[in-house]
T-cell receptor
């Protein structure tokens, strides 16, 4: 079974600072990877996803993530955060196989951006 | 467009009372449906998933059960709530993959905050 590890549980940044949230997964085969975000009072929603091809994927609101297969990592980055990026961020992994597969989520990282 | 509804938004129940949380999806047919529990510091834990009417799979042993009486309706239930059932419950749906799994993202509802006293 797969697992996901998010290293930073609570991150506090000032506006305009750069962001990198770590995500590592454990699985012996091909995977698809996701970052979801939950803004205060809003639904959990997809930020970006990786299935194949270019390991650098771009999502909404200036976020990007890089899949490094050799490191089993899918870190989320943003060069300059804004106060509106305050939210909880979840990394998720699913095996790329036929049939139903379970999505496994990390425990989440709470990001607080200080104006 | 597709939408997903959950109700109630918040619920306070005494220990030992029954529970029924409802989730409905609009604008799609034969979705995969999921119930998650979100607890602080523990992320999202998958409780149940369903790939069709009457088809329920449980991911973890627990005090809860799920049912899918209609294609786009998913219900989370308990006969007797425990204190440990408190949490934030999320319903989600996805389009079934005809090929490799995981191609389709999950769409989440607004959640239900359950407090068991």
């Amino acid at each position: 079974a797969q697992s996901v590890s998010q290293h930073n549980h609570h991150v506090i940044l000032s506006e305009a600072a750069s962001l990198e949230l770590g995500c590592n997964y454990s699985y012996g085969g091909t995977v698809n990877l996701f970052w979801y975000v939950q803004y205060p009072g809003q639904h959990l929603q997809l930020l970006l996803k990786y299935f194949s091809g270019d390991p650098l994927v771009k999502g909404i609101k200036g976020f990007e993530a890089e899949f490094i297969k050799s490191k089993f990592s899918f870190n989320l980055r943003k060069p300059s955060v804004q106060w509106s990026d305050t939210a909880e961020y979840f990394c998720a992994v699913i095996p790329s196989r036929r049939g139903y597969q379970k999505v496994t989520f990390g425990i989440g990282t709470k990001l607080q951006v200080i104006p | 467009s597709q939408t997903i509804h959950q109700w109630p938004a918040t619920l306070v129940q005494p220990v030992g009372s029954p529970l029924s949380l409802e989730c409905t999806v609009e604008g799609t047919s034969n979705p995969n449906l999921y119930w998650y529990r979100q607890a602080a510091g523990r992320g999202l834990q998958l409780l149940f998933y369903s790939v069709g009417i009457g088809q329920i799979s449980s991911e973890v042993p627990q005090n809860l059960s799920a049912s899918r009486p209609q294609d786009r309706q998913f219900i989370l239930s308990s006969k007797k709530l425990l204190l440990s059932d408190s949490g934030f419950y999320l319903c989600a749906w996805s389009v079934p993959s005809s090929g490799l799994a995981g191609y389709n993202e999950q769409f989440f509802g607004p959640g239900t905050r359950l407090t068991v006293l």
